[in-house]
């Protein structure tokens, strides 16, 4: 994927970030999503795992 910038995205363009917002380099995913959808299968996968407990909890 090349690096999509917040003024990149369009419809069908999946929303992930990459890296940090203040950081130089960061954007987002860009790959293909259905326009319903905010992210890629890939990444509609990770936004809906659960969230692990800390070993410290």
Not at 8 to 21: A, E, N, T
Request: hydrophobic fraction near 25%; aromatic fraction near 8%; glycine fraction near 8%.
């Amino acid at each position: 994927m090349s690096n999509t910038t917040m003024e990149d995205l369009k419809p069908g363009m999946c929303r992930w970030p990459i890296g940090h917002p203040e950081d130089k380099g960061f954007h987002f995913c860009g790959g293909p999503s259905d326009p319903s959808l905010p992210y890629c299968n890939e990444h509609m996968i990770k936004a809906q795992a659960p969230v692990r407990k800390s070993k410290t909890s």
